[in-house]
């Protein structure tokens, strides 16, 4: 049997669990290299996600904490979808991914992590699914987010 290394997990399983959103501090921070923010606009940005589905796994999320869609203004909603595309078309220049996934968890049920809205933009290649998630539940992820934050920010 051979071993899964991945030591950048443990950084999250180890760290004191905070009361904050983690969406909300990241709004607050001037720490954009070090979050992964990679755009901010005047209602929302756009960070990577720290623990991806796959390789330029991004979230485009509100400043403001709300749960619902509903509950964004005209300007917020624009802005958002404007990102969206902006996500969209950095990541086919920088990864030439194969295809897309868009979504939206809204709620723990719904497999929410955070109760704070965001949209996912989540790269797909041909070939980018195995067996390591059905048989031992990993997700083999080919770069570190550090590497992949640089390669976007060019494009941005």
């Excluded at 485009?60 to 917020?76: G, M, Q």
């Amino acid at each position: 049997m051979r071993n899964l290394w991945a030591p950048w997990r443990m950084v999250y399983i180890s760290a004191p669990k905070n009361v904050e959103c983690f969406l909300c501090s990241y709004a607050k921070s001037n720490r954009d290299d070090e979050l992964f923010i990679l755009k901010r606009g005047k209602y929302s940005f756009i960070v990577l996600n720290a623990y991806p589905y796959n390789n330029g796994h991004l979230m485009i999320a509100p400043y403001r904490h709300i749960i619902y869609p509903n509950d964004l203004t005209v300007e917020e909603s624009m802005e958002i979808m404007d990102f969206i595309s902006l996500s969209i078309d950095v990541l086919k220049r920088a990864l030439s991914p194969d295809g897309f996934n868009i979504g939206v968890n809204i709620g723990r049920a719904a497999g929410a992590g955070v109760e704070h809205l965001h949209f996912h933009v989540v790269p797909r290649w041909f070939g980018d699914t195995n067996f390591m998630p059905i048989l031992s539940e990993t997700k083999v992820i080919s770069q570190h987010i550090k590497s992949t934050f640089e390669v976007l920010k060019k494009f941005l």
